[in-house]
Each structure stands twice: as C-alpha cells, then as structure tokens.
C-alpha cells in the first residue's frame, strides 16, 4: 500500500499522499515489535509500550495528511514537542506498572485521533464532492471504533475476551478500504485540479475578451464588440421581423472643453456621458463608444420611434441635475436611422447617422458654433 502511494507522490508531489504513506507505513513496525517473543517480560511490556506509541504516530500522520490537504494548518511543529514525552511514559509505564497503563490510554487516544481525522477527511467530501475523501473518512472512523473496541477488551468487560481476533479481522478489512479510498482521492485530486484550472482558463479568456471589446475609459462596449454582435443582431431582425434602429451620439463643445479645460475635464464629460447612456438605454440593447466624443447605440425599435427616443435623450440630458457640475454649453446631438431588412452590413447606416446627427447639431445650435464644430471635427469624420 505504502509503495503504491510513494509512486503516486512520485508523480502528484502532494505532501498529504507522503503524510498518509508515512501513517501506513508507521504500523509495520507496531505490529513487528510485537511479534518476537521476548524472553524478558520487562522488554516485552517495553515493545508493547512502543507499539502504541507508534500507533499514535501513525494517527498523527492521518490527521497530519488531512490538515496538508485542506491547508487549515491545525497542526503546529512545536506540537511535535509532546511526543517527547509521551514516548517515555510509553517505553516506561509498561515495565514500571504493568502493560494496562498503557493499552487502554493509548487506543483511546488512537481512536480520539482517528476521529479527529476522519472528521476532516468529511470535510473534504462536503467541500470538494470527492467520493475518496467520504470513504477515506468512513474508514478512518471504522479504525476509531476498533480502537475502542480495543481499549474496552482491556478493562475486562464481559464478553469482550474473545474479540481481539474480530477486531483484527475488521482492521485488515478496513485498511483494504482505506487503501482504495485514498488511491480514489488522489484520483479525484487530480482531475479537481484539472477543472480548476479549466475554470481558470475559461475566466481569463472572458476577462481577456471582455478587456479587448470594452472601452477601458467610459466602461462601453468598442468598436470590435460591434463586429461580434453585429451578424447575430442582423440574423435576428431578418429572422424573426425585429425592427431595429441605430443613434449616433456627439458632445456638443467637446473639443473646446478639451482645449480650455484639458483632457482630465473631456475625460469626465465622457464618463459621465457613457452613465448616462447607459442608464436611458434598455439592457437589451448596445451603447458603444464610437471614437471620441461619438457614440452609437444599437436599439431595437423603428425609425419613428428611435427619433422620438433621439429627443428623449436630447432633453434628459439637458435636465438632469447632474448637468450643472458639467462645463456650460455641454450638450448632445443626435441622428437616428432604421436598420432595412436584407442588409448585412451596419457601416454604411452608421455613415448615414453620423450625417444626421450633424443635421440636428446645425438645426439646434447657433450656426457660427455649428462652422466651429464642423471645422474641428472635419478630420474625424468619415465618407
């Protein structure tokens, strides 16, 4: 058993498989110490005395290789400092007071530690769902109940003569278990890990995908997002009838505000511009930010009513309270077009949208602001 765990320490380097291994392989020389037969009775009281000593190592290594595979840390190195000398009191005890100072105590602290472990092995089952880990601790807890079983055989209950052979008879039948429970838990382990870091995987690729379809300054989604979105957006306004409309958004004195008041200003016009869109706009639908100050919104209604909504928003952002922490003069333009059935490709309406929103940019502003802003944007603007 001990050898199958170190080739799967071999291959996993996980300190609770060398803990568990270290606890098995602590009984060899628990069980060999008994077998010769002493002629002095004080040394053989001796190695019994060992002999529980080294039972309760191994229950330590038990509870040790749980306590690694949870990494509470409930056990501490200065701890190791009691085994000192409670292997004295179990090398001394027997030959000074006879064998029974020592075979009650020690399978009661055998079973005290076993229980503690199995205890722990549970946690792992409610933790992870690991069927090793719930056997594991099933036989962890059966080792416990032999152990009492043991200790009462030695307080001379009635009855419990003749139990010693049933007791060891169930130990070896619950190794051949806890040896299959474990060798389960390393398995599980394994493949726990492997969907771990699948699921590590599947977070950055949406984290990177988020990062590279998202404007990093307003929080809207970017011109690439549009790409993505716009095939399945026109498969289902061809498919199903939906109608489906485009708004083309600009800041009115955008650029001046950049030029008098510095990026950090237009940075927060931006932002807030982003909020606001973002709080008048459906879930359902897109805000994207276009390129500067421009932002468009994939909406789906009619023609007829994306120019209603275009108004909407015209006159909610002149009336929001919040407009009067902003630069004077700040306000939006907007041009609205219908997506026709049949198409397949949105730029073009895009270009259509841009020309109208300067349309209601020239219908709502004085026209030496309108030259200005035509001016300053001329570079900007597409055929």
């Given at each position: 058993m001990c050898g199958l765990l170190l080739l799967q320490y071999a291959h996993r380097r996980k300190p609770f498989i060398l803990a568990w291994a270290a606890g098995w392989l602590m009984l060899t020389p628990a069980y060999l110490v008994l077998s010769p037969a002493y002629s002095s009775v004080g040394v053989a009281n001796?190695?019994?005395g060992l002999s529980q000593f080294l039972r309760i190592c191994s229950a330590i290594f038990f509870v040790w290789s749980a306590d690694l595979y949870r990494q509470t840390g409930y056990l501490k190195v200065r701890w190791l400092r009691l085994l000192a000398p409670g292997a004295v009191w179990f090398l001394l005890a027997p030959v000074l007071l006879g064998?029974?100072?020592?075979?009650?105590?020690?399978?009661?602290?055998?079973?005290v530690l076993l229980a503690a472990s199995a205890a722990m092995y549970a946690a792992i089952l409610i933790e992870r769902r690991m069927v090793g880990a719930g056997l594991t601790a099933l036989v962890l807890l059966g080792l416990a109940v032999t152990n009492i079983a043991s200790a009462l055989t030695q307080v001379g209950l009635p009855g419990t003569e003749k139990a010693?052979?049933?007791?060891?008879?169930v130990t070896v039948a619950l190794a051949v278990l806890a040896a299959v429970g474990i060798h389960l838990l390393v398995f599980e382990d394994m493949t726990y890990e492997l969907r771990m870091t699948n699921r590590r995987l599947e977070i950055a690729r949406e984290e990177l995908m988020l990062a590279a379809t998202t404007d990093p300054l307003t929080g809207c989604h970017n011109r690439r997002f549009l790409e993505q979105v716009m095939d399945r957006e026109l498969q289902r306004h061809t498919r199903f009838g939906l109608p489906l409309s485009l708004l083309?958004?600009?800041?009115?004195?955008?650029?001046a505000i950049n030029d008098t008041l510095g990026h950090d200003a237009g940075d927060r016009v931006l932002k807030y511009v982003a909020g606001f869109l973002t709080r008048h706009i459906r879930e359902a639908d897109y805000?994207?930010?276009w390129g500067g100050d421009e932002f468009l919104v994939l909406i789906t209604c009619v023609g007829e009513e994306a120019?209603?909504?275009?108004a909407a928003l015209k006159k909610a952002f002149d009336a929001a309270p919040?407009?009067?922490d902003l630069p004077p003069g700040i306000g939006l333009s907007v041009g609205s077009v219908e997506v026709p059935s049949g198409i397949t490709d949105l730029l073009p309406l895009v270009g259509e949208a841009d020309a109208r929103m300067y349309q209601d940019k020239a219908a709502s502003r004085p026209p030496e602001s309108v030259k200005e802003q035509e001016a300053s944007a001329a570079p900007r603007r597409r055929p």
């Open positions: 001796a190695a019994l064998p029974r100072a020592v075979l009650a105590p020690g399978f009661l602290i055998d079973a010693a052979a049933d007791i060891f008879l083309f958004i600009d800041v009115d004195r955008f650029k805000v994207f930010r120019a209603r909504k275009a919040e407009a009067v």
